[in-house]
């Protein structure tokens, strides 16, 4: 058996029908959760964007090793 099988059987079947019951809790802070979401996604393009210098390819040119050592 493997591995795919053993945890496709730990799944508890919501009685027939091929599809998994729903998490417990409901939906109704689904679009609270994609808007943290969105909002985690554009801190960390924040991130990026503040930590690379403003011309990484100039800098990555200028560093790149010619022959070797």
Known sequence: MSLRERLRDDIPSSGGGGTPAPPPGG???LGE???AGDDLLAAGDEAIRRALSGDSE???RANR???GQ
Do not use: D
């Open 33 to 35: 959760l994609h808007r």
């Open 65 to 67: 090793q010619r022959g």
């Open 27 to 29: 939906n109704g802070n």
């Open 58 to 60: 100039a800098f990555l």
